[in-house]
């Protein structure tokens, strides 16, 4: 009996320092509250710190605040009012950048890691979890003999009545831009939580969605490949493999997997393509190389800057001839969005003139603001009510 107290007591002295490492709240305080006005408030308790900042998304005040120190050495700074969105930021005290160290909930976008909070009352009300019937996520591997014989990791969103009967479902693939994998569009786009919103409201058909991993040399997200913790979140184009037309040509191989693995109808009517930058010129270049496949295309603030690309590769080259051929092929819905601040705005507005003058048929959306995911979850919002009608 003895041994056996003393096996317990060290097992609790484990467990006790384990905890060491573990913060807890700092009494009531709370950082951020969302007022009823829409205003936000941040709260950072740093008795010593000389200088504490805020850092966010917001395009007020360009997303910056000088925080105020009160007495009681808490820093408090509370911005205008902010429209529905979901909103990433980080603090600063005296200069040492970091998480809002009262805010439990995070996002990574690429390397960096955020704290997040929702404005209510818009938008931002699709990307939160309602009581309605939820889908599926499921991420698994499909092998790739186009892009080095390897298993390839996606993501794959179900519609909550999925496993409920034995109706066949169209598909959105959605790509990710650079810097991307196929958790961002789950994490930092909130796509499960606006599908699963806009199917309960009746506002968009019941589709299945394909996040795939865009990374031509890359199998999965950082952390969930083979080499571990060594290989880092890193922009794409630092990548071997980037807009070489490896992954445009290859991706017929992801089509195919799905359609094997999940009930789709495997018509091109019911079939669509989009993503967000990077994700935006690989959807340009999915679809124009198999406009048999496509019906539905989606241009993100696509990146559609080709100034430093081999445009005589295959898969890139003779672009106009493509355009003609996927309009003779026919379709539904040729998209694009693109915010009046954002980097590549002009090049979307050039790659519209090639269409104009050709005759080519779309529909483009403007918006505010530059690139970011405020956008992009909205122009989500806005796309997918208008597939598979």
Same mark, same amino acid.
């Given at each position: ?155 794959? @969103?179900?519609?909550?009545? &999925?496993?409920?009967? +034995? %109706? ?10 650079? /810097? $991307? ?75 195919? @997997?799905?359609?094997?693995? &999940?009930?789709?109808? +495997? %018509? ?10 990077? /994700? $935006? ?80 048929? &779309? ?27």
């Amino acid at each position: 009996m003895r041994r056996f107290i003393t096996v317990i007591a060290a097992f609790l002295c484990i467990g006790a320092a384990a905890q060491q490492n573990v913060g807890f709240r700092q009494g009531n305080l709370k950082s951020p509250v969302v007022n009823e006005d829409n205003t936000v408030t941040f709260t950072v308790n740093a008795p010593a710190a000389s200088k504490v900042e805020v850092f966010g998304d917001w395009a007020v005040g360009h997303g910056y605040g000088l925080m105020e120190k009160n007495s009681d050495g808490l820093w408090t700074f509370t911005t205008p009012v902010l429209p529905s969105e979901m909103y990433t930021y980080r603090v600063i005290i005296d200069g040492v950048i970091g998480l809002d160290p009262l805010n439990p909930f995070t996002c990574r976008d690429v390397g960096t890691v955020f704290s997040i909070f929702y404005v209510n009352g818009g938008c931002a009300d699709y990307y939160q979890v309602h009581d309605v019937p939820h889908g599926s996520l499921t991420q698994e591997w499909y092998h790739s003999d186009a892009l080095g014989d390897v298993d390839r990791r996606l993501s794959v @969103y179900t519609p909550a009545d &999925y496993g409920k009967s +034995r %109706k066949r479902y169209p598909v959105l693939y959605l790509l990710h831009g650079s /810097g $991307g994998d196929e958790n961002a569009w789950v994490e930092l786009g909130r796509t499960v939580r606006i599908m699963d919103n806009l199917i309960a409201e009746g506002k968009i058909e019941p589709m299945i969605v394909v996040m795939p991993n865009g990374n031509a040399v890359k199998q999965a997200a950082p952390g969930e490949t083979s080499e571990n913790l060594s290989y880092l979140p890193v922009m794409t184009n630092q990548l071997k493999g980037y807009k070489t037309g490896s992954y445009e040509e290859s991706f017929d191989e992801i089509v195919k @997997y799905i359609d094997s693995h &999940y009930r789709t109808i +495997r %018509k091109k009517e019911k079939r669509a393509v989009a993503g967000l930058s990077m /994700g $935006g010129f690989h959807s340009l270049f999915i679809a124009l190389n198999h406009p048999e496949k496509f019906s539905y295309v989606g241009l993100l603030s696509a990146g559609l800057n080709t100034a430093f690309l081999d445009m005589t590769k295959p898969a890139y080259k003779d672009m106009e001839a493509k355009l003609k051929n996927f309009q003779k092929e026919g379709y539904d819905l040729f998209w694009i969005a693109c915010g009046k601040d954002d980097f590549l705005y002009q090049n979307n507005l050039d790659f519209m003139k090639t269409c104009d003058n050709i005759g080519f048929e &779309y529909t483009y959306h403007e918006s505010e603001r530059g690139h970011i995911w405020a956008n992009w979850r909205q122009y989500l919002l806005l796309f997918t009510p208008m597939l598979f009608r």
